[in-house]
């Protein structure tokens, strides 16, 4: 059974940074791209992250220059870095794993496949 298991979240003060952990467990990952994405309450979830095969990434604009997201494939997780984070970051954060093989990811929520059950992150004004 495939599963990605998110950790990291908590409730952390404006200006503050945090690391998110996505732990993929039945299969390896590490031939599809990876993503981050949100929800904050009331909204739709967006894409925050992404991360191709190869390593190549994609940012949201509003996170670009203040989140990062990496890969370890000998242990198939990936991880999100969030510094300088904002109240309007607070949000459930979700891995995903891209249905395809060999894809450079991007920001179109069909095209992932895998889904974790996403931790919360609180940043506090």
């Known amino acids: 059974q495939v599963q990605l298991v998110e950790s990291g979240g908590e409730l952390v003060q404006a200006g503050g940074s945090l690391g998110l952990s996505c732990a993929a467990s039945g299969r390896t990952f590490s031939r599809n791209a990876m993503a981050w994405f949100r929800q904050a309450p009331g909204k739709e979830r967006e894409f925050v992250a992404s991360i191709g095969w190869v390593g190549g990434t994609a940012y949201a604009d509003s996170v670009k220059g203040r989140f990062t997201i990496s890969r370890n494939n000998a242990k198939n997780t990936v991880a999100l870095q969030m510094n300088s984070l904002k109240p309007e970051d607070t949000a459930v954060y979700y891995c995903?794993?891209?249905?395809?093989?060999?894809?450079?990811?991007?920001?179109?929520?069909?095209?992932?496949?895998?889904w974790g059950q996403g931790t919360q992150v609180t940043v506090s004004s």
């Open positions: 995903a794993g891209d249905r395809d093989l060999f894809e450079s990811g991007g920001p179109d929520r069909s095209r992932y496949e895998n």
